[in-house]
């Protein structure tokens, strides 16, 4: 009999599906809530210990689902990197939803809070989904699935430019899914698969015996390609600003950390699985990602330094770090794709504490969202103002935090690449245009405006607002350890990495 522990992946999917349909049926946007953040924990316990399992067995498995064996069966394929990354998210997912539940009730109508919350739940099932899939179509399909629940995330505020903003977010996230699908259709006509493993050696043996050449390269482009569109790398990430700055609280937190990772994470899995890092290179397709990763890094700072609007500067601050991401990534070898790997857990943390900090700001300085209104704001709510400062610090790279082990990796990864000197001073610069828009956001909010400016700001705030927010003091607590554990306990997450990608 195969191990219990070997149910986990489908459970950890399926429990999201069946909370968003009982969210449906509730209603009631309290218990609705409630039911998502025990889904939420329980798909980070069970995660934990799928994770504890694979890592101290060194395995991954295949579990077939139904009573049809591969290579016509669906199955899921899970080892330490996915079971790391899906507690990553459903902690993630949690928290994010904790600490921007104050401004999630405030922006969202009653009638529609229910209805959030199926979306929270289908999301946190299709991110898990592209995780673990080991079949091609199924992939598709939770992209999809993620794309809708994201684009409902996003118009949840339900206000004009929010609906212009969910628009324009649908329109490229179907242009990437249909380049995806297109270019899905195309490989499987050339190779017969749909599973991964028997694709993947579909895939070796045309390559080694260049039999459909240009077929098989125009499909591995369409498809990394069009996860690169929904991932936000640049230059397609012109939908993003607007999407993630202009929501609610908890939705910016769950886009930004969360959503783009799922993207990232099932082209991580091409890579290493389906094509192979050597193919990859060899078709030029991680010169493409190398490049488009180094523009990212940059022309997503320079926007995040014209952005004066608090919210709209992270977004923008998210083109940057996903450009380090697809940095990592077009490096084409183990060392790169573990440092990016590292990287995606080091922004899913830092970028919903500050949109959470950012969002307890706003609330605690009359809902204003330029920095300008949000002077001193820090001192009004003391743990968003700490918790806003550690993760800019953490996105800037200061040592002893997660951002700084990233880089540091993702250089060291660069050193036996021939474009070392270009991704080198990259990160350099890159690195002090995040200092010249971090450091002005964290001075902004610590420096005492003139009373008379503070006094006009505070007869904007509800005496409520002022009130201690225990649900987001612990989960900005709690990111702010993690953050902290990723800049000080890296190496063992780093074997983990390692390990998930050796046993891929």
């Not at 395995?59 to 669906?74: D, E, L």
């Not at 022309?299 to 697809?326: C, D, P, T, W």
């Not at 704001?377 to 800019?392: E, I, N």
């Not at 270009?422 to 995040?434: F, G, K």
Request: net charge positive.
């Amino acid at each position: 009999m195969r191990p219990l522990y070997e149910n986990l992946p489908f459970l950890t999917i399926f429990l999201p599906l069946l909370c968003g349909v009982a969210s449906a049926a509730i209603r009631d946007g309290k218990k609705a809530y409630r039911l998502t953040l025990i889904s939420a924990a329980a798909v980070a316990v069970l995660s934990a210990a799928l994770l504890y399992f694979v890592y101290t067995q060194d395995v991954s498995f295949t579990y077939t689902m139904g009573r049809f064996a591969a290579p016509y069966g669906n199955a899921v394929k899970a080892g330490p990197w996915q079971a790391l990354l899906c507690t990553m998210f459903a902690v993630v997912m949690g928290l994010s939803l904790l600490g921007g539940g104050h401004s999630l009730f405030h922006d969202i109508l009653p009638e529609k809070q229910g209805l959030y919350f199926v979306m929270a739940n289908m999301t946190l099932a299709g991110l898990l989904a592209l995780v673990y899939t080991n079949d091609m179509f199924t992939a598709y399909v939770f992209i999809e699935i993620t794309t809708i629940s994201a684009c409902a995330m996003v118009m949840a505020k339900d206000t004009g430019p929010n609906l212009i903003a969910t628009i324009r977010y649908l329109f490229m996230s179907l242009l990437g899914s249909g380049l995806f699908l297109i270019g899905l259709t195309l490989l499987n006509s050339i190779a017969g698969y749909l599973l991964m493993e028997p694709l993947a050696k579909a895939v070796a043996i045309l390559a080694e015996l260049g039999k459909f050449h240009r077929p098989l390269i125009v499909s591995m482009g369409l498809m990394t390609v069009g996860l690169g569109i929904k991932g936000a790398m640049f230059p397609f990430h012109l939908w993003l600003p607007d999407a993630h700055g202009g929501t609610t609280t908890a939705s910016s937190a769950i886009l930004s950390g969360l959503v783009l990772k799922g993207y990232i994470a099932l082209l991580v899995t091409l890579m290493l699985r389906v094509f192979g890092l050597e193919l990859m290179r060899r078709t030029g397709l991680c010169n493409v990602l190398l490049v488009l990763g180094l523009l990212g890094m940059i022309f997503g700072s320079l926007a995040a330094m014209r952005e004066y609007h608090v919210k709209r500067m992270l977004a923008n601050s998210s083109v940057a770090q996903i450009g380090y991401i697809f940095m990592g990534l077009g490096l084409g070898t183990e060392a790169g794709v573990a440092a990016a790997c590292f990287h995606v857990l080091v922004h899913a943390a830092c970028k919903p504490l500050l949109f959470i900090c950012a969002g307890r700001l706003s609330t605690v300085s009359g809902h204003h969202r330029s920095l300008k209104n949000l002077r001193g704001s820090a001192y009004r709510d003391v743990a968003a103002g700490v918790g806003f400062t550690v993760g800019a610090m953490s996105m800037i790279g200061i040592p002893l935090l997660g951002g700084f082990v990233s880089k540091l990796y993702l250089s060291r990864a660069a050193v036996d690449s021939p474009a070392v000197a270009a991704v080198l001073l990259t990160i350099a610069v890159s690195t002090v245009l995040n200092a010249l828009y971090y450091v002005p956001a964290v001075l902004a909010i610590w420096v005492r405006p003139p009373w008379d400016e503070v006094h006009l700001i505070l007869r904007s705030v509800k005496p409520e607002d002022l009130k201690f927010d225990r649900s987001f003091f612990t989960a900005a607590a709690a990111l702010t350890v993690l953050i902290v554990l990723l800049g000080i306990v890296y190496h063992p997450i780093l074997n983990v990495i390692r390990a998930g990608i050796r046993l891929m």
